[in-house]
């Protein structure tokens, strides 16, 4: 298996303008989570999904941020309108299981805001 | 005070060296997680454990439920070592991983 799939691996853009980030979790597992890393704050949950249901949401920052899971082979997280706070790595993980399972992580997406 | 400390922060040592990472925690949980994480890098999941101890390869992973505290320790330690490490716990009754600071790891050659 090619292990979860994120992109782009890089993003450069301006205020303002909208951001999407992809990710594709390994086949058969069931639990798909956002995170967030930064400097100040270390790593944050943005959202988790299971069985492609979002089941907390509680870590997204404001209304800015949206996240979707149309599949069990994808879900976007989606930045609009984006703002130089929202720079961070961005990392999509799976497991087979939420609570119990292995976390596999995606390489990460680096988003910058100007 | 966090709910998984970490410690130390920051450790340097000499390649040979064993190292040991400590992990607290002050909630009920159903795993724990080590992570590794090199610089500019993604991260991998090295252990999940609930109970007793893992060993993969030079690393090993040891948990105490009672003491809730989780010790990583690698043996004969060499500069690939070099990462970031973090302790995640999932806590009884959620799905979601509460972090760890992560403790930066250095090995010189």
């Known amino acids: 298996d090619a292990g979860v799939i994120q992109s782009p691996r890089h993003e450069v853009t301006e205020m303002g303008q909208e951001v999407t980030l992809r990710c594709k979790p390994i086949?058969?597992?069931?639990?798909l989570f956002w995170y967030r890393q930064t400097m100040m704050r270390g790593l944050e949950l943005l959202i988790y999904?299971?069985?492609?249901?979002?089941?907390?949401d509680s870590g997204m920052p404001e209304d800015r941020f949206s996240a979707k899971m149309p599949n069990a082979s994808f879900s976007t997280l989606k930045i609009q309108p984006s703002e130089p706070r929202d720079s961070a790595v961005y990392f999509c993980a799976s497991s087979r299981d939420a609570g119990t399972g292995e976390l596999f992580f995606g390489e990460g997406s680096r988003l910058t805001v100007l | 005070k966090n709910e998984v400390e970490q410690s130390p922060q920051n450790l340097t040592a000499q390649e040979g060296e064993f190292i040991t990472i400590n992990c607290s925690y002050s909630?009920?949980?159903?795993?724990l997680h080590w992570l590794q994480q090199h610089p500019g890098g993604g991260i991998v999941s090295l252990f999940m454990l609930s109970s007793g101890k893992k060993k993969h390869g030079r690393l090993i992973a040891t948990i105490n439920i009672q003491e809730k505290h989780s010790s990583l320790h690698i043996t004969a330690s060499h500069p690939r070592d070099s990462a970031v490490y973090i302790c995640?716990?999932?806590?009884?009754?959620?799905?979601?991983?509460?972090f760890g600071q992560g403790t930066r790891l250095t090995i010189n050659p």
């Open positions: 995640a716990v999932s806590r009884n009754g959620a799905q979601k991983l509460v």
């Open positions: 909630v009920g949980i159903s795993a």
């Open positions: 999904f299971n069985n492609n249901v979002p089941i907390d």
């Open positions: 086949s058969g597992h069931n639990s």
